[in-house]
Every structure is written in C-alpha cells, then in structure tokens.
C-alpha cells in the first residue's frame, strides 16, 4: 500500500476523532493504517457491530463515525438514525461494499443524514488509489472549505423587504443536501403557488432515485426537468446530474425550461450558478433563493443576481449544516436575508413571498 500525505492541514485543530463500524477486522485495520497518515485523523475506536459502537458513542466524544451497511445484529443502515440521535454534532459516513453510489440504498442513506457515502472496495484488493481517494473526501467534510473564518468580520444580512411576490424559488444543495431536504419538505405547511427548481450535486446515476426519494418527502409534483417544458406551479424541478437546470421566457411570456451541459466556472455539473441567473433574468424581483448545505461556494455569483434584480436569497445556518460552504458563502457576501434551519426556511417562503406570485 503506497504512503498517504496529509492533505489538511491540522496544526490549528485537534485530530477528528474517528470510529470505525466494519465487520471486517481486515478492513477496520486497513481503514486504521489510512487515517494514520494524515495527522488530522485519529482512530480512537473500532468495533464490527452498531450495538457496541453506540455502546461506545454513549461515554465518548466523536467526530466521525465511518460505518459499513453489512453489520452482525442491527444493519448499519438501521442504526443509522440512532447514531445520529446518539452524536447529532458528529458526521456519519457510509462505507460500505454493498452501498454502491447511486443505488437506492445510497440515497436512502443520504436521506436519513449520513455525511457522505464511499463505495469499499473488497477486503483483500484496496488497491492504490483508494486511500487517497478516502483521506480527500473526508477532508473535504473536515477542512478549510466549511465555513469561513471565526475571527472573520460580522455578517452583514441583506434587506428582509420583499419588493414582489414570488413567482419562482431556487433551492441549491450539495454535501448533507439530501437530509437538509427532507427537513425543507417537512417544514413546508402549505403549497406556494410556485414553481420550484432544484440543483442538487449529484452525479447522473443519482438522479432516478434521488427524484423518487424527493417524491416521498414531499406532495408536489417531483421530476426530472426536461428540455422546452414549460414551468408549473406546485412541481419540482430537478436539474439533470449531465446538465445546468436554467429558464427563460419564450413565447406568450411563458417560462420554460433550459438545459445547459456547460460546467460552471468552479467546475461544477449541475450548477447552481446559472440556475439562479437563469432565474434572475426570467422573474426578476420574483425570484427567491435557498442556498442549503454543501461545499465550496456555488450559488454565490448566481445569487448576486437575484438580489440584484431586487429577488431574495435565505441560507441554512451553519449548526444545521454538514458543510457550511455554499450557505456560509452567501451570508459572507452578504446576499441572505435569514440564516436558519431548514425546517424554518419554508415557514420564512411562505410569509416573505405573502401574495403569492403566480407562474407565466
């Protein structure tokens, strides 16, 4: 097995203390050995069931748990929930041989609140790229891309003023954005009279089963968005994981859908970017904006021309959030008007966006 280099940097902050669930000792070893390479990761227990881990978890601080779906006794997708209840500040990741990313059990996964899912390769053949490839996602959750700064400056909130009603909402999400979903849903009292686009990071084999998982969170109309259809109320738009989820007016004034396979600027497939300057330029002061969960910072230079076009933007808050990167982004330009929990976030839709807009 080739040497690991640390990736994060980890001189400003403790290791994150790691647990390991595998009902393989040859795994829970190997898995051991990895994060031993990288300073910002320490092994302070390994176990091969769920009983026993949040046997553990009930008397110890952890960070992360790493947990395997193939368990003795209770399935670690079943006791997924009950590690969340358990450690609500820590992160869960799936890694698991039989979890596949893009299979239903994978989202299933997602949308119970695990951070992140890593498909395991089998015991006895990790070959070379896997430990570079485990130490860089779990970085990514850990490292300097969460959120900015705690000596950075106050954040300065956009105006609460709604100059128009809604006519359309954006939702943007990656890392936790499935979970953050679930909660946006359930938060949700009533129709808005809207349609709603959603671009969510997720790699085309997602894409089926995310759609079907969104359909059980919530009683709009789900589906994927399809090139020239016209925008109605009350449906979620999907963006496509090949394609940019855009609009523009056409014909009689109405709104319809454009997809765009160009990668944004910060690499990004579906983006979030041209989804809210799509949305800017079609509705102007009626377009609204959530920015939930997820690396990096898209949705940021999208959601300037929202505000600009005098529309709105409201960001998750940086507690709830799995990674404060996309939402921590837009409150640190100054573009959210609200930062809260997602469960609160449509409540905040529903009285800010009062008359409701209608669809053209």
């Not at 990790?126 to 996602?137: D, K, N």
């Not at 359309?168 to 849903?185: D, E, K, M, R, V």
Request: net charge neutral.
């Amino acid at each position: 097995m080739t040497a690991v280099m640390p990736i994060m940097a980890s001189h400003s902050r403790p290791p994150v203390r790691t647990m390991v669930v595998d009902d393989s000792v040859v795994v829970r070893t190997v898995i051991e050995r990895i994060l031993a390479g990288d300073p910002a990761f320490s092994v302070v227990h390994k176990t091969s069931s769920a009983e026993q881990a949040l046997g553990f978890i009930a008397g110890n601080d952890i960070d992360l748990v790493l947990l395997d779906i193939e368990l003795p006794g209770q399935s670690g997708l079943a006791a997924l929930p009950a590690f969340l209840r358990a450690n609500p500040r820590g992160k869960v990741v799936i890694l698991s041989g039989n979890c596949q990313e893009g299979s239903a059990v994978a989202i299933e996964a997602l949308a119970l609140g695990a951070s992140d899912i890593l498909a395991k390769p089998g015991s006895g053949c990790f070959g070379e790229t896997f430990p570079q490839s485990l130490i860089e996602r779990l970085s990514r959750l850990f490292g300097a891309n969460a959120a900015p700064q705690g000596d950075a400056p106050p954040l300065q909130m956009a105006s609460a003023q709604a100059n128009a009603p809604l006519a359309c909402l954006g939702i943007g999400a990656s890392t936790g954005g499935i979970h953050a979903l679930s909660q946006l849903f359930a938060g949700m009292s009533a129709p808005l009279g809207v349609p709603i686009l959603l671009t969510q990071h997720l790699p085309v084999s997602f894409t089926p089963y995310f759609v079907q998982q969104l359909a059980r969170m919530t009683s709009l109309r789900v589906k994927v968005a399809e090139q020239g259809e016209m925008l109605k109320p009350d449906t979620v738009y999907v963006a496509p994981g090949d394609a940019n989820l855009q609009v523009r007016r056409g014909l009689y004034d109405r709104v319809m859908v454009v997809l765009n396979p160009q990668r944004t600027a910060g690499g990004n497939l579906p983006g979030v970017d041209p989804m809210f300057a799509s949305m800017a330029e079609a509705y102007g002061p009626g377009a609204a904006g959530i920015v939930l969960t997820g690396m990096g910072r898209d949705g940021t230079v999208g959601g300037r021309d929202i505000v600009a076009a005098g529309g709105w933007i409201v960001a998750q808050n940086e507690t709830s959030s799995v990674v404060w990167g996309m939402p921590g982004s837009v409150a640190a330009a100054g573009l959210s008007c609200a930062l809260l929990d997602p469960y609160a976030i449509m409540d905040f839709v529903a009285r800010r966006g009062k008359s409701r807009g209608l669809a053209h």
